[in-house]
């Protein structure tokens, strides 16, 4: 059997690519590798490998707290006030402490008065180095949030080249020109990016080519304290959104949303800090709910709601998948019997999340007959497919997307389309985790396969799972920390 990495390396030998090719694949390969450890050393996970041993059905109860995609904007939002703010259900992960460490590089007092709280202090913004945000930024994408508060506060924002993780470029153009629309001056240089406001902020009117969350979050942090009114147009109105909407209101904003994604937002002169607690995490929440699915398990996730994972519990029940809601939480399970294959369009809020399809894929390879996962909102989210194929799936990627009759998501471009086809049997292999939810999946195929897994670069699932290593445990599943 060959090994999944050495397998490309051969490919991409045999397809006569440039040597410089292969070595910028090992390159990115090898940091990568950097980001995974780092990651996990920053959440004291030592190990960068786990030996999975599978086909035990996951069973028991875990605990998901707040989402990962709104603590670090909160975060970042405790910039805007004069006086400290106290964020509540703040979940132990990676990318928390990377925000962490760039606040305390902006002189932002960072401490804990209680498990999963967070008090932040901004009473001493100061300006930090290029090169320690650059530092301490890694390839994360947050520090791109850091613009409109950092221009109230400082009247200036560096950015580091954030470049883009392995699911897509990851352009910044539309927090660019909204910047821009805002008064401010967007400098590039070989370091990065240094923004001004030599005239200070004003508000604007800003229609998005499309409903980005970053972008929307940019506009939201900056016109808060703006001059004038900014109208936003084609936002996003993920429940994250919605969420920090409500923080920048406890803050002293104001803010009011229209049916038709349009935001309004008055300027004011100032912000006072917030007390919050975090919505729930319900890319974690789905994501175990698929793991329940894939090894014919029962797990309860403690924290999860309904309201936000409208979408994704359709879909679950179309599966196959079993749900009762409850008022701490919702029991995810496979009630036996086949799963059934189901055509499905990755879209902004409140279609079904993009984060969602990697998961609920490993389930897929498991239903019987032919499902197809559209994937609209990125350009290159289905390169993990490869190594569930290494596995013994059945999936073949239309890079080109696939043309379909029931489709209700207008067709963009850069969409791709996965081709599932199940029931095929899984079995253990090495594989290598190349992003987040990606990761996360590879877990979930290695505990539904039989045989043995190694799955390397742990520490990327530790970006965005809180303690996943102890909720496997407490899960029951069968496996070994290693290296
Ligand atoms: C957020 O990313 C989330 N990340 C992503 O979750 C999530 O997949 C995404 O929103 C969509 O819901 C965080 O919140 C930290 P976008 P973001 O701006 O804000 C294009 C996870 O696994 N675009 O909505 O970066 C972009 O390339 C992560 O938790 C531009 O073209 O996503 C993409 O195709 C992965 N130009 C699309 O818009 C821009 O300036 C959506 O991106 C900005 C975005």
Request: proline share 5%; glycine share 10%; net charge negative.
């Amino acid at each position: 059997m060959i090994r999944a990495s050495r397998a490309r390396t051969l490919s991409i030998r045999r397809s006569g690519l440039r040597p410089d090719y292969t070595r910028r694949v090992d390159l990115v390969s090898v940091n990568l590798a950097k980001d995974a450890r780092k990651a996990g050393a920053r959440v004291g996970l030592k190990s960068d490998a786990i030996v999975v041993e599978g086909g035990k059905p996951l069973t028991g109860r875990i605990e998901v707290r707040g989402a990962k995609n709104l603590a670090t904007k909160a975060m970042v939002a405790a910039l805007l006030g004069d006086t400290p703010s106290l964020l509540q259900g703040v979940p132990e992960i990676s990318d928390v402490d990377v925000v962490t460490r760039m606040l305390d590089a902006y002189g932002v007092a960072v401490t804990s008065p209680a498990e999963g709280e967070l008090l932040l202090d901004p009473s001493n913004v100061l300006k930090a180095h290029f090169a320690q945000i650059d530092a301490l930024a890694g390839s994360s994408r947050i520090p791109i949030l850091f613009c409109g508060p950092l221009l109230h506060r400082l009247g200036e924002a560096l950015i580091p080249d954030l470049g883009g993780c392995r699911i897509g470029d990851r352009p910044i153009d539309f927090h660019m020109d909204a910047l821009r629309a805002f008064g401010a001056i967007v400098d590039k240089s070989y370091e990065g990016i240094r923004i001004t406001a030599p005239n200070g902020l004003h508000g604007a009117n800003i229609e998005l080519p499309f409903p980005s969350v970053g972008a929307t979050e940019q506009v939201l942090l900056t016109a808060v304290r703006a001059q004038g009114v900014t109208e936003l147009k084609n936002a996003a109105i993920e429940p994250e959104i919605m969420d920090l909407i409500a923080i920048l209101q406890k803050m002293g904003a104001i803010i009011w949303t229209e049916a038709n994604r349009t935001i309004f937002i008055e300027g004011v002169d100032s912000l006072s800090g917030y007390t919050h607690r975090a919505i729930f995490d319900r890319n974690e929440a789905a994501s175990w709910a698929a793991a329940a699915l894939a090894t014919h398990g029962d797990i309860y996730v403690g924290g999860a709601k309904q309201l936000e994972l409208m979408t994704f519990l359709n879909v679950f029940r179309k599966v196959g998948g079993a749900f009762d809601v409850h008022e701490d939480g919702i029991r995810f399970y496979h009630p036996g019997g086949q799963l059934h294959p189901v055509q499905v369009e990755t879209d902004v809020h409140p279609g079904f999340m993009t984060d969602w399809q990697q998961p609920l894929i490993v389930a897929l390879t498991q239903a019987d007959g032919v499902s197809i996962v559209h994937e609209t909102v990125y350009e290159n989210r289905f390169g993990f497919t490869d190594a569930l194929v290494d596995m013994g799936a059945d999936i073949v990627v239309h890079k080109d997307g696939l043309e379909s009759i029931s489709r209700r998501v207008p067709r963009r471009k850069l969409e791709q389309a996965a081709v599932i086809t199940g029931p095929t049997p899984l079995h253990g292999a090495d594989v290598r985790v190349p992003d987040l939810r990606g990761g996360f999946s590879y877990l979930i195929a290695a505990l539904s396969a039989s045989g043995t897994s190694r799955i390397t670069n742990l520490g990327i699932i530790s970006r965005g799972y809180e303690r996943f290593v102890e909720k496997l445990e407490a899960l029951g599943a069968d496996f070994r920390l290693e290296g």
